[in-house]
């Protein structure tokens, strides 16, 4: 039963209000598929994001999605007009409430002395006061453990309704704990997309708080099927992908130093990185640096039709994850997914949770992070040993078909919603 032709007689379900940093992101389109369907599940949903869209198109099931999206004021400074107003009006009204969401936020503040604190405390209370009214909104959940999150914290104090969310990667471990495990104590639920993640959670919560489920976000195998290219023997020059945002933690120096080694053992190749971040700058001068510029070519942002184009003529797709800095990591990159699904064989990291979806071997090849040799060797490993490609290629489509249809995984996903909201 679709969320807009349930039963008159029945009464209407209630509605999942969806705290996001953005929406849509052209990044996050594990976020779009989730909402799409749980919408064709019978959820009714309205998205409150924190920035409006930066990129200039979006992928087709942002399109299909029927939940309304109100934006709150995304810069504090900018935002004041708007904020105090509001918060004033619900103080007002709810003295004891704000007067609790104040003392959250001060003591909070003290610990990170971080002015977005204050700004995420303004966000809710502008939520609660004029964005929520009218919505039928009976729990809140936010995607990503940090600043989502902290809105809808704040936002539970000030409106009395339950707010669970769903931790990721970067905003896990990048997180101050006491920060972390504050949120974890006071949400109804919480949910996360690896095990790797649950147990980190799970250790920092030191069994106090909320349930932690793990809940994969898989992809949707509809568009991958039919789209991979027939198997076929590759032949120089070799056709190697990567898709990434250009952060640390995607390893891409180290992708382009084994390139560079393949290159030296006179191994012809073209490879093809999409994707676009903060440090482009930097990445593209390794290119230059290493002598790559004809070999390796940045293709920007593309929609997901095109990325497709790539998987289907690619001969090998290669991803360096990374532990970053300052802790941010990847939990299970979409793209080793899509890559699996459209036959095309993988070489990562044995980083974070990548070896729930990538079995060393068996449906894949994993190297340690930092290691440009062995990468190298992994590479040219897949691209020449016809048995071994012939033996991971239908592993692999099968581990993704079994463990990772987001159709199925979002049925568990719904009932930890469902039960979320009724307790």
Not at 86 to 107: D, E, I, W, Y
Not at 306 to 328: Q, T
Not at 369 to 376: E, V
Request: positive net charge.
């Amino acid at each position: 039963m679709s969320a807009d032709n349930h039963h008159p007689n029945l009464p209407t379900p209630p509605v999942l209000g969806l705290i996001l940093k953005g929406f849509p992101r052209i990044s996050e389109t594990f976020i779009s598929n989730e909402i799409l369907l749980l919408e064709q599940l019978g959820f009714r949903i309205h998205i409150f994001s924190m920035r409006k869209p930066r990129e200039n198109f979006s992928h087709n099931s942002v399109r299909n999605i029927k939940a309304r999206a109100d934006y709150l004021p995304e810069s504090l400074l900018e935002g004041l007009p708007v904020l105090l107003p509001a918060n004033a009006a619900l103080a007002a009204r709810k003295p004891r409430a704000f007067a609790v969401a104040c003392k959250t936020a001060f003591r909070r503040f003290l610990r990170t002395r971080k002015s977005a604190t204050w700004k995420h405390l303004l966000q809710a209370g502008y939520l609660v006061e004029k964005l929520l009214p009218g919505t039928g909104v009976a729990h809140l959940h936010a995607h990503f453990a940090h600043s989502p999150t902290s809105v809808a914290m704040f936002a539970s104090l000030l409106s009395g309704i339950p707010f669970s969310f769903t931790a990721h990667a970067k905003d896990i471990y990048t997180s101050e704990p006491r920060q972390l495990r504050e949120k974890m104590a006071r949400a109804r639920v919480v949910i996360t997309c690896t095990e790797y993640n649950r147990r980190y959670l799970s250790a920092l919560a030191n069994g106090a708080g909320s349930p932690i489920h793990r809940c994969y976000h898989g992809i949707d195998l509809k568009l991958f099927d039919g789209a991979a290219a027939p198997p076929h023997d590759p032949r120089p020059p070799y056709r190697i992908l990567t898709v990434a945002r250009l952060t640390a933690k995607k390893g891409l120096p180290t992708v382009l130093q084994a390139l560079k080694k393949l290159a030296e053992q006179g191994i012809d190749f073209q490879h093809d990185l999409i994707g676009d971040g903060a440090d482009r700058a930097g990445i593209l001068a390794v290119v230059k640096q290493l002598g790559l510029e004809t070999r390796s070519h940045w293709r920007g942002v593309l929609p997901h039709e095109k990325v497709l184009e790539y998987y289907r003529c690619s001969d090998l797709f290669v991803l360096g994850c990374e532990v970053a800095a300052d802790g941010d990591r990847d939990g299970i990159p979409n793209v080793l997914m899509e890559s699996m699904a459209m036959g095309v064989p993988v070489v990562s990291t044995d980083v974070s949770a990548i070896p729930e979806l990538v079995q060393h071997e068996r449906t894949g090849l994993l190297v340690p992070p930092g290691r440009p040799d062995a990468m190298a060797q992994a590479m040219n490993r897949l691209l020449t040993d016809t048995h071994l490609r012939a033996r991971i290629i239908p592993a692999a489509k099968d581990r993704v078909k079994q463990n990772f249809d987001n159709r199925i995984l979002v049925t568990e996903l719904a009932g930890i919603y469902r039960q979320a909201m009724v307790v």
